[in-house]
């Protein structure tokens, strides 16, 4: 899964489409998920990241970033395989 | 190596063009707290949902609201409106800040008598009174506000059988420039039908006119109303004493006044925009003192207020049970909190605040109750932070008629308890179970053991 190449993110969490010309808030978590994505993580490699950094459990963390990448799909923000 | 907080992953799209009408939330504002008891303590005791009621709240605001009046006026006098919230321990508060008891039907009656409410200190209103209730009520001396003819003729009928004379006041309806026009409940000022009662009063020997009643509405945004009101009440006060030589002991100005709730639909938020006590207590007792009714014949001014006393001390705590994507990407959050119990979601759009910790990140979020009903939603949109299953949240302000007109439906009714002065908790109410509704029900016994049959 790849985000869509000339998306801009900014380190404090400012995204821009120039595709659509849509903008996004993004909080720091989320910029961390898709820094992993560009630098090509899968989700599982995601998931054991954030597992070893923060203090979540499985269940809360995996709920969380499938439903972040649902939103990444619904603003049609993931390159079409 | 200490691992870091988690906060969950959030995206929001930024819609240029749409300005919020409140202006940027700036802080997610938390209560973790009631009245210095901590959330997360009472539902480890009770449960989750759990009413909690502050009886320092109520206190506080029935003083601030005798105050208002009482610095105005010479005599005033509080009514508690029982189907406001008439949880007997509620009511008690109300009765020992000095609160007669307002009731609306033989269940309200029977419930102050057994609150040791004495019967001269019952105001009886209300369309429903049955033959029953109407008898008890002149046994025991209680001020009884006739609805309707129908109503009136049924006194005069029964007070014949009675050695005591019947103490009546008449209800009136009016128009006092707001819309909708309350009319259904009395009788009509502007028509005439009003004074046509008092006639029909004055030349009966069973009763006695000690007072005339009004109820304007329900949530009023202006204290004005109440002016118009006190003045058309006062006016036939003084036309009574000019015919027949006759005192009415005490004007009854009902409840209405506007809680600090928002309406749905309001533009500004209630806390900003409802009359204080004060504004309310300035325009009615300006009328009766500015009336033709003379100084040393002022009547005792009753007030029945419900909703405004009670509303700040009534909270509603509950848990998150899920969070869900509707079709278009929408956060969706399912609480434990649902309509039935939280009966004012209908009109209110409610606060509502996570009562722990939590990220200052939000999403416009619809708020879903645990019923499987379409209509169970307690918030269509707030802007509201990321909880997760089991996260606490705290609605405040729902002390009036959610206690009274909830509905037992598809879940038991939650146990309700009450702080006290010391923050000492006590239940008040016990959650319902199976034995409660066991007990009202009856199954004929070519109905039972179905299961053995096959």
Redesign the interface.
Known sequence: MKLKSNIAVSENGFMFDPYTGDSYNLNETAVEILKLLKSGKTNEEIIEHFKEKYDVDDATLEQNIYDFIAMLNHYDLIEKQ | MK????????????K?GVPDKYGMQTKVKIRTEIDGVPVKEIVEKYGSPVFVISEKTIRDTYQQAYMAFQSRYPKVQFAWSYKTNYLDAVCKVYHEEGSWAEVVSGFEYEKALKNGVPGNKIIFNGPDKTDEDIKNAIENGSYIHIDHFDELYSIIRLSNNSTKKAKVAIRVNMDTGVYPKWDRFGFNYENGEAWSAINRIMISENMELVGLHTHIGTYMMTANAYAVAASKLAALADRTNKKYNHSIKYIDMGGGFASKNTLKGAYLPGKDTCPSFDDYAEAITSALINSDIEPDKLPVLFLETGRALIDDAGYLIGSVLA?K?LSN?RRATIIDIGVNILFTSFWYEHEVYPAQEC?Q?TEDTTLYGPLCMNIDVIRESIQFPLL??GDLILIPRVGAYNMTQWMQFITYRPNVVMIDKDKNLHLIRKKEDLLVFKQQEIVPDFLSDQFDKL
């Open positions: 691992k870091l907080r988690y906060e969950r992953p959030i995206i929001n799209k930024i240029a969070n994507r990407a990220s990140q997760q299953k």
